[in-house]
């Protein structure tokens, strides 16, 4: 798998090999996260080549750290799952995403913005346990983007299952949320609060008073917010 070899017996070095090529942490983060679709996987990794994406893939299965499976009921379908020394990663995976949350600069961290990554992040973390039975449409609404990046759905269905449209669906809105894209970034990863995005007029929430009451019990963070950051 590696594109080149160290040359050394250590086991750092080794797990390097596999490990440190460009994109494969990335694409782990991923897999660890639960995507298993090809697609599902590229939208993880919206500047990810889907041929170098594919190598990738490839190369993860030929290490023993992903297996990739036929969908019974989707002829032509795949799905690919960790296999134990994949599901082995996950603490690893976390521990390099803390380290970078509590060591690297901020304004490094949102240099390369990103509406696509975020959304999907933001979907996969949405909690509907608070949220009404009933289905439920959340609108974000990114004012300093062009036009065909600015609008996008989440789809909240009462057994649970979020969807992300960035076509409008079609449905019912039932809360606004107007902001520009580094304010919800810094929210998203913990650099500023709510409630403080509100007061300073960088988030306006409209629409259903219960959800935007809930607002901090559905709109879970990103898993690495409540790590203490230790630069500015």
Not at 14 to 34: D, K, P, S, Y
Not at 143 to 164: F, K, M, Q
Not at 181 to 203: H, S, Y
Not at 216 to 229: C, G, I
Request: hydrophobic share 40%; charged share 25%.
């Amino acid at each position: 798998m590696a594109e080149g070899s160290y040359n050394q017996f250590c086991p750092v070095a080794m797990a390097a090999e596999i490990l440190c090529t460009r994109w494969t942490m990335v694409l782990l983060r991923e897999l660890v996260c639960g995507s298993t679709r090809f697609n599902e996987l590229r939208r993880g990794v919206p500047r990810m080549s889907p041929a170098l994406l594919s190598k990738r893939l490839k190369d993860l299965e030929a290490a023993g750290i992903v297996e990739r499976r036929p969908v019974t009921a989707e002829p032509g379908v795949f799905e690919y799952t960790l296999t134990t020394a994949g599901r082995d990663l996950h603490p690893v995976i976390i521990a390099v995403g803390n380290w970078g949350q509590k060591w690297v600069e901020t304004d490094a961290t949102l240099e390369n913005l990103d509406p696509n990554l975020l959304m999907w992040d933001m979907r996969r973390n949405i909690d509907p346990e608070p949220m009404p039975k009933a289905q439920t449409v959340i609108q974000v609404i990114y004012s300093d983007l062009a036009e065909s990046r600015r609008n996008w759905w989440l789809i909240i269905e009462p057994d649970g299952n979020v969807d992300l449209c960035s076509v409008d669906p079609g449905f019912e809105v039932n809360l606004y949320l107007s902001t520009d894209l580094r304010t919800m970034t810094e929210i998203w990863m913990g650099f500023t609060a709510v409630d403080k995005a509100k007061r300073d007029g960088k988030l306006l929430v409209t629409g259903d008073r219960g959800l935007e009451r809930d607002i901090e019990k559905w709109l879970r963070l990103s898993p690495f917010a409540k790590t203490e950051k230790l630069v500015a």
